[in-house]
């Protein structure tokens, strides 16, 4: 039989009608135990922080999207990487990009360096400096791309030839991106995680983290502390994903094309400054990026004339895009990065321009968003 197609997978994939009533849409298994006929004895399932019926669903289907093996879900996307952490030792090396999401940041250098496990962040967009920056004790290189927040374009398959030659790990999180646009493991990543929060939940109306492999003994050592730490998500948060994931491909394709447009006129507008988006030819990594993706996602960074004061003027202007952190959302959200979800980086050599501004370009009209903006502009 043929390979289904994206879109189908994301309709039925671990999504099949309940063999107990055939209702077509996975039901929410709202239950902490399952009985057992004897003593370990029972019909897959036990406890259900070890697993769910509906988480079983999700992780299969997000397994599926990203045309790995094996998917396990997690409460966040950063119980994801903290997960995925879990698999450095003390003396370890992680290498990260210098243009990474705060919480990452955050859990990297205040927690983990605690226990031991050293990190270094670069340019990956240079690959020299990721070569020259791999040691003998790097076991790790996590990658961002698109990055959180200026949207460089990292490549995977590149990055990816030089971590293998020191033994290290690659991870990527493909949260900007989504599996639509984007599946590392193809170029030669070992493990994907995802915020599903983001862009495979898309209304804002959940949190959740997602890990996808095609190495059995990676996911067996992942099951294992997701067992043991416990960060999943509760079924109906499994539930909501999985709504949202049966429209990611339309969804996708619109947050492109307003993104596209948003992006062509911030680059003409005189009060900004400068526009980070891949899609724009003259975007430094849009030719990676033409070569890795399907598709240039829904995210606009740009900076505005006049500094931090005129970027918190916009950011307050604007009246159908709404001022909030996260991301992926059928509505449009407009971040500040040095004072919201970037914060973490302040008085870091990795702290953010105060003038940037990041948009998680939605699916509303473009021209009311272009008036928006527009409107929020001149106000600076």
């Known amino acids: 039989m043929t390979r289904r197609r994206f879109d189908t997978r994301a309709?039925?994939?671990?999504?099949?009608?309940?063999p107990a009533y055939g209702a077509v849409v996975t039901p929410i298994y709202q239950t902490s135990t399952f009985a057992q006929s004897a003593p370990a004895e029972h019909k897959g399932y036990?406890?259900?922080?070890?697993?769910?019926?509906?988480?079983t669903a999700l992780e299969n289907c997000v397994a599926s999207l990203e045309e790995g093996t094996y998917g396990l879900a997690f409460a966040s996307g950063m119980a994801a990487i903290t997960t995925v952490a879990y698999l450095l030792n003390p003396n370890d090396h992680v290498l990260l990009p210098d243009d990474v999401y705060g919480g990452t940041y955050r859990l990297f250098v205040r927690v983990l360096q605690r226990y031991g496990i050293e990190s270094s962040f670069v340019d990956m967009a240079?690959?020299?400096?990721?070569?020259?920056?791999?040691?003998?004790?790097?076991?790790?290189?996590?990658v961002e791309t698109p990055t959180n927040p200026y949207l460089k374009i990292l490549d995977i398959a590149r990055i990816a030839e030089l971590a293998h030659g020191r033994d290290a790990l690659v991870v990527v999180d493909n949260t900007f991106a989504s599996p639509y646009f984007q599946r590392p493991l193809g170029l030669g990543a070992d493990i994907v995680v995802h915020s599903t929060t983001k862009y495979l939940g898309g209304h804002s109306d959940v949190v959740g983290g997602a890990v996808v492999t095609s190495s059995k003994e990676i996911s067996e050592t992942l099951k294992f502390h997701?067992?043991?730490?416990?960060?999943?998500p509760g079924p109906f948060d499994c539930w909501l994903v999985l709504r949202g994931i049966r429209t990611l491909a339309v969804r996708m394709e619109r947050h492109e094309r307003n993104a596209r447009a948003v992006a062509e006129f911030l680059s003409g507008h005189p009060r900004v400054a400068r526009v980070y988006y891949p899609g724009l030819s003259d975007h430094p990594g849009h030719d990676v990026a033409h070569r890795q993706m399907t598709g240039f996602g829904g995210m606009v960074s740009f900076t505005v004339h006049g500094g931090a004061a005129a970027a918190r003027t916009v950011?307050?202007?604007?009246?159908?895009?709404?001022?909030?952190?996260?991301?992926?959302?059928?509505?449009?959200l407009l971040d500040h990065p040095a004072s919201?979800?970037?914060?973490?980086l302040a008085g870091s050599p990795l702290q953010v321009d105060p003038g940037l501004l990041r948009l998680s370009v939605g699916l509303e009209h473009p021209e009311d968003l272009v008036d928006d903006l527009q409107q929020a502009l001149a106000a600076s």
Do not use: C
């Open 46 to 55: 036990e406890y259900a922080r070890t697993s769910n019926p509906t988480r």
């Open 226 to 232: 997701q067992n043991s730490a416990g960060a999943v």
């Open 315 to 332: 950011a307050s202007a604007v009246r159908v895009i709404t001022l909030a952190e996260s991301l992926g959302a059928v509505e449009s």
């Open 11 to 18: 309709i039925h994939e671990g999504q099949e009608p309940d």
């Open 340 to 344: 919201m979800t970037h914060a973490s």
């Open 126 to 142: 240079d690959l020299t400096r990721v070569e020259a920056a791999l040691t003998p004790r790097t076991r790790m290189v996590l």
